[in-house]
């Protein structure tokens, strides 16, 4: 029979401390892994900054910050599928994080899934209700989903929050030019002007709509101002040959197609046939 010996009461004390301090280590040890990686995301080191949440995670599968900062330098390094697991594992552990869903949503648009993103930015909107670049970036799926009014809606709630946002007025003029809300495009492209003076592609549009609106003047200004601060605007070239034709100067109007042209706009070498042999 083997002889069994009493052990001290200390050695269980002991024991217990040992094993407790080996778990505190290892819980340590998950955030130091995260907070180095972290160092290194910050660095522009994503790959490395990968390996170390990926060890934080091993060692702790619930460091939702691990997750959540992995899926961030997998979207910079523009592996997007990998990102939208990440952030969808972080969800699993919390549902409630307006980030992970925002972050989502941000890489389902580069997968050009729009309506995924949509979706993500609405939950992002549910946790975070006055969240402007959320309602902006679901204006931008809605858009390339051709759902203006529903892009126009989030362009004036992003306005509320940031009113001095040049690039949300543009678009909202876009999309109110789109659905011929003319008047409201008018207002918008003004706004984009108001906020950045030298916006090039917000004068070529509102020059646009005075030209549809017959007001020939107006537009030959707008058109003005684009070329003057973007060259390369073909459709700005474009449309002052019609302002400047409408106007009676036939030759400015010929000159601008073949600017037009040279910029590749092949539509415009029909009006150079026509109008200026």
């Not at 401390?17 to 180095?36: D, G, M, P």
């Not at 549910?126 to 390339?144: H, Q």
Request: with cysteine.
């Amino acid at each position: 029979m083997i002889n069994q010996k009493l052990l001290p009461n200390n050695y269980f004390f002991l024991l217990f401390f040992l094993l407790h301090a080996i778990f505190v280590n290892a819980q340590t040890t998950t955030e130091e892994f995260t907070s180095i990686g972290k160092a290194k995301s910050d660095n522009g080191n994503y790959s490395g900054a990968i390996s170390d949440y990926t060890r934080a995670i091993q060692l702790n599968p619930q460091n939702i910050v691990a997750y959540f900062n992995r899926g961030c330098a997998y979207a910079k390094l523009k592996k997007h599928s990998t990102a939208i697991s990440d952030f969808s594992s972080a969800l699993n552990i919390n549902p409630n994080t307006s980030a992970c869903y925002y972050n989502r949503a941000l890489s389902k648009i580069e997968l050009n899934d729009f309506d995924g993103a949509i979706s993500d930015f609405t939950m992002t909107l549910d946790l975070e209700p006055i969240f402007a670049d959320a309602y902006y970036n679901r204006a931008l799926a809605k858009i390339k989903l051709e759902d203006h009014e529903g892009a126009i809606q989030d362009l004036k709630n992003t306005l509320l929050y940031k009113p001095h946002l040049a690039q949300a007025h543009f678009l909202k003029g876009l999309s109110e030019t789109i659905i011929e809300q003319y008047k409201d495009a008018l207002n918008s492209f003004t706004n984009a002007i108001s906020q950045n003076p030298n916006f090039a592609e917000a004068y070529q549009n509102r020059g646009g709509i005075y030209l549809k609106l017959k007001l020939y003047d107006a537009a030959l200004t707008d058109l003005d101002k684009a070329i003057q601060f973007n060259k390369s605007l073909k459709y700005a070239y474009f449309n002052r040959a019609f302002a400047r034709y409408n106007l009676n100067n036939h030759n400015g109007a010929c000159e601008d197609w073949q600017k037009a042209s040279n910029l590749g706009l092949s539509e415009a070498d029909n009006f150079i046939q026509q109008f200026c042999y």
